[in-house]
């Protein structure tokens, strides 16, 4: 089994793991916990580790196949350690005509990263989604819980700019 | 009601779907994720049909009928449109069928062939995945059309919880767990995914290659593993005289469902080390003889012997393996010809206390329901039982009923898995049922919990019993027990409360030196609560065995004929010497299994003849064991294959096995079902009938035993519960006895209505007795034994066919975590488990199964067998020995190498 890594933000992922255990009982009884348990797992870690997919199907009792398919369904979900900061581009129809996909390739070229990787210095991650359900924005990217709306290409720059400088949320905290 | 399809009228009844309504009149509407075990899920689009007023097309697999309705499947736009849904479906990966195992019997080429669809129109898209670890399942992406029939299987009809749905969008898939190879997963191999797969996605590796469906010839019969009787579909190579699939048969009692064994576990029968053959032993060797010589030579020294000492030092053992014509050919001719009771089989090594202890309390000594059942109950209370294991079949419908909200207790000192899907699991210490199910019957009691009508008027002794428990209060039972005072109140309550209560119990009850009074124990407890008679309740063993129910009901018991006639009562003695054509039967009752062999020792036995039962191997303290087979003047085996005991017989007789002659298996819920024949048998071996009427003919005897069919009407004859069971009867279905005359339908739930078989139910009053054996400081362990889902009894059959080895090849001693941290064993390490009586070596497994203070071991490795260190101590009623418990200690040997431990829910390193 692949032991927990070492998570971006250099706390100690043993405590953490303690910490969701908590978490994770706390929810037993309730039904339909294994989304709200799954959300504060990825916001606990910033991504879903392994040990906490075990952890989680133990305790909740659920297969395991049904946790997998539940984190993989949903985009929010990451297997993977996310950068600080989560970059998502709305591919949907509205954003796509109005321009996404070339704000995409801007981002692609500024980070020097593909869909889904992310940067070195753990500082950012490229994503994309489908229809944030904002289309009169369009074509907006999120980065973490911030809507930026009708994003040209030349823009990307001066974004991300502001969160090179900023302090953004930590991670570890349980919303 | 009438609904009018393509301008007919049918007849539809209330509920039916259109697609119901269309199968049932031969119309054709291709479908791909429907199927009747999985329901309706209208996920593939493929039964879309054209409904008048309604808008756009429908979905015919949950179409519901109504009156009057209009349906149209064979329009332009119907067709065109089923087309352009199978063209998709085709275009999503890569359907070939040129080399594909399914090719005849899949749904999609179906489809394609009624629609005429020779290729996709669009391109298709193969990405060459397979998953090939598993060892019996192969995963081909290419072919899977995602209808998700394998995993509704997976999840609700075995519920073993394995395949799930991951990803979305283009990248759905369907995986195993968290996205791993199946051959890495808790994956138990049970082959439903397979069974239920419309496509070519899901196949049985072990028969590719070997032939398509339409080309082997299909023979219909009857799994020999376990006692749950499941029913199969042999795919046969007549050429090859092989077995090349097994499917499971969608008929009670499993309904198309299967385990490892029963699917992947049937090359055993060509195998090469089958005994083909008559061997006698000459100068310590075994040299080939022929059937003459061999029965001569076997006749000759029974005359010789039973001459000389008379007919009791003749003992012979029937088998749970063989099938009811067979045992009761065994038990007519040491009865008839030889004059002796001393007929016994391994059932006194598993269920005779529940015999005994079921016959005392109603009069029956068989499961009072019926498997099915396990789904209509409230509260399902599972005692010393590794179902997951040992019963895998009955194990899927009790996890479904919990899924589907009934309560399920499990009672067991080891965290068995089907604890997994339970309520509440109960860790009671070893050997502690009595006073533990006596404390909650005070509770019950205590609470008026109790069915006070049903007492009243069912039970024959009701008062005396309430003043009896009064004595056993629930906290003097939690001290012996081990089990809480707050869980066995919840326990109780919950048991007090449910309207209807089944009780499941196996060997956890039985092999203890009080067995029967754990029996008694468990009947005193249903009667009370009053769910006996009922559907859903009942109190009901589960067999061990593919035809132990059958064994005893044949009469391969010291103490009865078959059906349970007793046979020391004068007037059976004398049906059966009319019937038979005989006299001067034996009056007295024969010697049971362990008295046999103990009195060989002081000459009281001489001669053992011995069918399918490995004797050395099972017995408790084999050191014992080999010294009184040693002791014998004379032993004949009977098997089908080599093992422990053939090395000590001066004969060895070549049996036939389960797909070699036609015959029937009686399961564990009483249910007599037929075997076929559907290969030949290797060499000269023949049925045990076959020998028997031999061997009769030079006693001067006609056994008239000149087929199965004709033992069977031997038995029917003077049979009782079974005298309405014909072969003719049986073809599709089985029948559940009592069946006492042909037009009779069979008794799924026995004591109907509290009317108990021997009028009214006993009360017993029982007693707690710790084991025979309490572990000390020299032997500070208790060992346990018992099966594995991967093997099967002294795996002459799971060792002998391809696979099951690969995935579990040697034993391990589980050891609690807490226990092995102590003596620095890790998972892995060669251990050294000794006790008073012998020392094996084998490899520990640290696992929370156990906890602190016990270990487990099977019997199934003749390399290290648990039975090597078992006690020889019996129940004292039906000489059962206590396997479930006996002192060891343990010496760590050497370091192994750990083995990863992903959480598996079954037992596998």
Known sequence: MAKVQKCSCGNDEEGLIERLEEIITSFKEKPGALIPVLQATQSLFGYIPQEAILKISEILNEPLSKVYGVITFYSFFSLKPRGKYLIRVCLGTACYVQGANEVLTALKQQLSLEIGETSPDKLFTLDVGRCFGACGLAPIIMVNDDVHQWVKPSDVKKILGTYKKQKGVNQGEVK | ?????????????????????????????????????????????????????????????????????SVLTETKEVKDSQRMVVDLMLSSGHHNCLACERSGTCELQDACYHLGVEKTSFSDHPTGIKDESSEFIVIDYDKCIKCGRCVAGCNHSVVNEVLGFGFR?????????????????????????????????????????????????????????????????????????????????????????????????????????????????????????????????????????????????????????????????????????????????????????????????????????????????????????????????????????????????????RRVDIAHWSDLYVQL?????????????????????????????????????????????????????????ETMKQVAKMLGEAKKVSILYTLGITEHICGTDN??????????????????????????????????????????????????????????????????????????LPTMLHKATTGGTKILFCVGDNTVQTEPNTAKTIKEIEALDFLVVVDIFPNMTTEYADVILPDVC?????????????????????????????????????????????????????????????????????????????????????????????????????????????????????PDAEYPFILSTGRRLWHYHTATQTRNSIGLENIFPEELLEISPFDAKIMNVKTGDMVKATSRRGTITLKAWVTDRSPAGVTWCAFHFHEAHANILTNDAYDDVTETPEYKACAIQIEKVSDGIAVVERGFRQARP
């Open chain 2, 658 to 774: 389960f797909n070699e002659d036609e015959g029937t298996y009686s399961n564990l819920d009483r249910r007599v079902q037929f075997l076929r024949k559907a290969v030949d048998a290797p060499g000269e071996a023949r049925p045990t009938w076959w020998i028997m009427q031999e061997l009769g003919k030079r006693f001067d005897v006609d056994l008239k035993f000149t087929s199965a069919n004709a033992a069977w009407e031997d038995m029917r004859r003077t049979g009782t519960i079974m005298g309405g069971i014909t072969y003719d009867r049986i073809q599709h279905i089985g029948l559940q006895w009592p069946c006492p005359t042909v037009q009779h339908p069979g008794t799924p739930i026995l004591h109907l209505n509290g009317k108990f078989t021997r009028g009214k139910g006993l009360f017993s009053q029982t007693n707690y007795r710790h084991q025979a054996e309490l």
């Open chain 2, 1 to 69: 009601m009438q609904i009018n399809i393509n301008n007919k009228s049918y007849p539809a009844h209330e509920g039916e779907t259109v697609l119901d309504v269309a199968r049932k009149n031969g119309i054709y509407i291709p479908t791909l994720c429907y199927h009747a075990k999985t329901g309706q899920s209208a996920k593939c689009r493929a039964c879309i049909v054209s409904v008048e007023g309604m808008r756009g097309f429908q979905t015919s697999c949950n179409l519901k009928v109504k009156d009057g309705m």
């Open chain 2, 169 to 413: 969008g283009l990248e759905t898939t369907i995986m195993c767990d968290d996205d791993i190879p199946m051959g890495d997963s808790t994956c138990v191999q049970c082959g439903e995914c397979v069974q239920l797969c419309p496509t070519g996605a899901l196949t049985d590796k072990k028969s590719r290659g070997k032939g398509r469906f339409a080309e082997l010839k299909k023979v219909d019969t009857t799994c020999p593993y376990c006692g749950v009787g499941c029913q199969l579909t042999l795919h046969v190579d007549h050429e090859k005289n092989k077995v090349v699939r097994v499917t499971g048969r969608e008929v009670w009692p499993n309904n198309g469902m299967l385990c490892v064994k029963g699917r992947y576990g049937f090359e055993f029968h060509a195998s090469p080390k089958r005994l083909q053959y008559p061997l006698i032993k000459r100068n310590g060797k075994h040299e080939r003889a022929s059937w003459d010589e061999a029965l001569d030579f076997i006749a000759e020294r029974i005359k010789a012997s039973v001459g000389e000492h008379g007919p009791d030092v003749f003992s012979a053992l029937g088998s749970g393996r063989i099938t009811n014509e067979n045992n009761y050919a065994i038990q007519k001719f040491t009865r008839a010809v030889i004059k002796t009771n001393n007929i016994d089989h391994c059932a006194r090594t598993c269920h005779a206390p529940t015999v005994a202890g079921l016959a005392h309390a109603f009069g029956s000594g068989a499961a009072t329901n019926s498997i099915d059942e396990i789904l209509e109950t409230e509260l399902i209370f599972v005692i010393g039982s590794n179902m997951t294991e040992a019963h895998p079949v009955v194990s899927y419908y009790v996890k479904r009923a919990a899924q589907n909200g009934a309560k399920l207790i499990v009672c067991d000192p």
């Open chain 2, 519 to 592: 029996v008694k124990t468990l009947a005193n407890l249903q009667m009370i609560l009053g769910h006996l008679g009922k559907r859903g309740c009942g109190v009901n063993p589960l067999r061990g065995q593919n035809n132990v129910q059958g064994a005893c009901d044949m009469g391969a018991l010291p103490n009865v004929f078959h059906n349970y006639q007793s046979a020391t009562n004068e007037k059976a003695i004398e049906k059966m010497e009319k019937d038979w054509g005989v006299s001067g039967l034996s009056r007295k009752e024969g010697y049971k």
């Open chain 2, 429 to 485: 210490r070893v050997g502690t049922d009595v006073p533990f199910l006596n404390g909650l019957m005070n509770e019950i009691l205590k609470n008026g919990w109790q069915d006070e009508e049903f007492m009243k008027n069912n039970t024959e002794n009701p008062e005396e019993i309430k003043n009896w428990l009064k004595d056993f209060t629930i906290e003097q039972a939690s001290e012996i027990s081990g089990v809480p005072v």
